[in-house]
């Protein structure tokens, strides 16, 4: 099974400034045939499902924020919001879906500072 | 818009089977896609636990395959999730969700409902 691994656990970020959080897979989710990365990030607000921000490692979700951005390849990728806003309150986690089982990072836990 | 939603007992016994059902509207699951389940555990990340395509074919987590069903009801548009032999580690927060295929990201999901396990 390939393990997900985020990095922070927790990030306290100002209001305006960037946050970046982290994943590592413990094998590539980069599909040869297709070059396409088979990683997806989701946020989670409390008390709701998880939702959808970016697939393929660094497409947006229709009606995304354009402050979100995916980057990465292989094994290692970030998500990024340029100016954090309070409403990025949330849980952010990745995903693989290069195979199954499934597996998700343990997540990150984003407040404001 | 496709929309799911999960309904089932809130309250399961330990040794006994965990069954919920998501109810898809607006898409018929017949039609197509990947239907699935995933479980947040208190205090714990996200679980896939399996999916279902809408020809019936099933993928299971391997750690769990030999408690899980998860299976389609085309008449009611809904599929199904029953875990049998449940233990206080099975409680958590239960989601469906949908996918466009088998190797893609969960694009709609339930709001999910809450199974605890407990005598």
């Known amino acids: 099974d390939i393990v997900m691994t985020q990095s922070p656990d927790s990030l306290v970020v100002s209001l305006g400034e960037r946050a970046t959080i982290n994943c590592k897979s413990s094998?590539?989710?980069?599909?040869?045939?297709?070059?396409?990365?088979?990683l997806a990030w989701y946020q989670q607000k409390a008390g709701q499902p998880p939702k959808v921000l970016i697939y393929?490692?660094?497409t947006r979700e229709s009606g995304v924020p354009d402050r979100f951005s995916g980057s990465g390849s292989g094994t290692d990728f970030t998500l990024t919001i340029s100016s954090l806003q309070a409403e990025d309150v949330a849980v952010y986690y990745c995903q693989q879906y290069y195979e199954t089982p499934y597996s998700f990072g343990q997540g990150t836990k984003l407040e404001i500072k | 818009q496709v929309q799911l939603q999960e309904s089932g007992p809130g309250l399961v016994k330990p040794s006994e089977t965990l069954s919920l059902t998501c109810t898809v509207s607006g898409y018929s699951i017949s039609s197509g896609y990947y239907w699935g389940w995933i479980r947040e555990p208190p205090g714990k990340g996200l679980e896939w636990i399996g999916s279902?395509?809408?020809?019936?074919?099933?993928y299971y987590k391997p750690s769990l395959r030999s408690r899980v069903t998860i299976s389609l009801d085309t008449s009611k548009n809904q599929f199904s999730l029953n875990l049998s032999s449940v233990t206080v580690a099975d409680t958590a927060v239960y989601y469906c969700a949908r996918s466009v295929d088998l190797y893609y990201y969960m694009d709609v999901w339930g709001k999910g409902t809450t199974v605890i396990v407990s005598s």
């Open positions: 393929w490692a660094s």
């Open positions: 279902v395509h809408h020809s019936g074919s099933t």
């Open positions: 094998q590539t989710v980069l599909y040869s045939s297709n070059n396409k990365n088979y």
